[in-house]
């Protein structure tokens, strides 16, 4: 049963390996500081933050997020350790932008759960003020065992004060570093575009593309935020469309030169107004939607900004709203709490009379808060229908007509759509879910739910059939949108339980070869994949990448891995992290279709592996966070439409182009 702590009271823990989940609902940084039985903290290596995220025992999030989950094992401490303070720190405000106290954001909830999400114990940190920095909870030894105590001590000075107050010397240096760490984290992940120009004025303003690492400065006044990137991570590129992986940093130079595997700059003069809109609606209405009102390079990309302005305005009107209900249902009890202090009113009818009018005012503020959420959410609904049907085939749902007509295309789009995203509030809209490309993170299609949000219950059976037609799904559309030639799948798949799902991509022929199976057709294609991974690498770093083998494929490859860890031995297990950590720098990818707990036997050896993939699920959860106000968005796969063939008509295509070198 969840322990709900108030300061000062703890609690004991039954579990070695745990993970800290927060909740801040604005971005904070997150730390962890390992103190002797004393509380000092004996130097900076004592210290888990962003700037250096893993200590022994202990690891923290690279950047600043409404929500983190950090990693704790407390076997892995040394018997000179007797606490682990979990430290929460506000950003350093930019140019007087942000909050700069904690008394200004909502208060920060901090819970202890095990590996397999259960919940040990909670505290939410009220009562703070003026803090920018607060020591959330700490775990501590007592007599032999760990317990957690929850602290809620803020600090007005910062990171520099907190260090300082548990005894570490470079307390200064230490709280710089996280904030320049934290900075640079900041600059990778997602921004809020710059606000429009009038009430109502739906036509969303693109910033200037972010400066690639040889470029110099951005031109002075120039905004540089950062394209959305869904579930809190970071987007691959900035601001304007990304060339291939692979290709000329040019998109007019001439083909046929060395093969360019590091990251291409972008440019630094400002994209093109948006296209002409429609006619302004009648005064007080609405402006009307168009497909593309955004600013952008070309029509793809006015379409994605468009999409993530859609996005961002869903979770702005929904945490209005949201906000809206929890000031009057506060207000409601202040009143009905007041007129209760007054014995007077406590029999009779005045008492009553206090208590409908503070229901009344409640009842009233919360329509209120519904008329405008419901007029927003008209407003995005009317913009969706017109722009589902504008987008292109890697931003189009499996039902969109666009993929009737659909040709390999020459090059490589800006996104990719995994899915869509829902608020509970707002069900008439659905938000496509877009990834940046290349990809920048390994898929991880999660077979171990046993139930779905609608209350519906799926067995293991089926959860693993639908984990992997939602793989083959993504697959399918990650083919569909290279040009021919430029994107491989390798499939293992050790039991060959996968088959029936695999078809489409087996029979039209568009993988590498076919699934490898058992231990030994694991081993061959690790080593293979791993092999390319070094000599790519050793290729960057002699600084001769058109030095490979004769014959190398330069492609994009993608490894999809089904049942595991069965197959899998130790060394094989090593592989595929490696392969997470090191693989898509040089285009290579994973798309791991797993249930978590069937590897539960490798301990906290995996958890790297779990945490470096981005979670998706075969039935919609919950489980997805925005960067602005940490909503939990409802995620729903991508699904084709019952007995359509488009999945194999597009396959048959990308084979056949990549057969006849056509497109």
Known sequence: MTAELVRGQNHPLSQSRLEIRISAGTPVAAA???????????????????????????EVSRQAAADHRLAVDLDAMTEAVHRVSVLLALPAPDGG?????????????????GLDGTEVASYTITGLDLESAVVALELYRRQGAWKVRAVGQGYAGGLAELFADQGLAEAA?????????VARGLARSVQAPPPRTSEGDRSRQAAAPAVGPDQGAAPQGAPVPVPPSYGGQPSGGQGGPQPAYGGATDPHAASGGPVNYSHPGRQTSAPPPPPPTAPPAQPGQPARPVAGDA?????????????????????????AYRSAVDFAESRMDKELEQALSDPRNRIGGQGDAAREAARARCSQLVDQARTSLDRDVAQLVAEAEVVEPALPPAFARWDNPCWHAYRVPMEIPMALRLGDLRLPEAEPIRIPMLLRLPLERGLWIDSGRTDSLDGSFTDSHDMRRLAMDTAVAHAARLLAVYPAGEFTVHVVDPAGSGARALAPLTQTGVIAGPPAQGAAGVTEVLARLTQRVDLVQMALRGGAPDALPPGFDTSQQLLIVNDFPHGFDDRAVNQLRYLVDEGPSVGVHLMMVADREESAGYGPLLDPLWRALLRLTPVPDDHLADPWVGHAWTYEPPAVPHGSEVLRQVLTKVAEARRTGSR
């Open 97 to 113: 932008a942000g909050p700069a106290r904690f008394g200004a954001v909502a208060a920060p909830f901090v819970a202890v759960t």
């Open 173 to 181: 240096q230490l709280a710089s570093g996280i904030d320049e760490a």
């Open 295 to 319: 600013t952008g390079w070309s029509m793809e990309e006015r379409l994605y900004n468009q999409v993530w302005g859609m996005f961002e305005d869903l979770a702005r009107t929904t945490a």
């Open 32 to 58: 962890a500081a390992l103190s002797d039985e004393n509380g000092r903290i004996h130097g900076t290596e004592w210290v888990a933050h962003p700037g250096a995220p893993v200590q022994p025992g202990l």
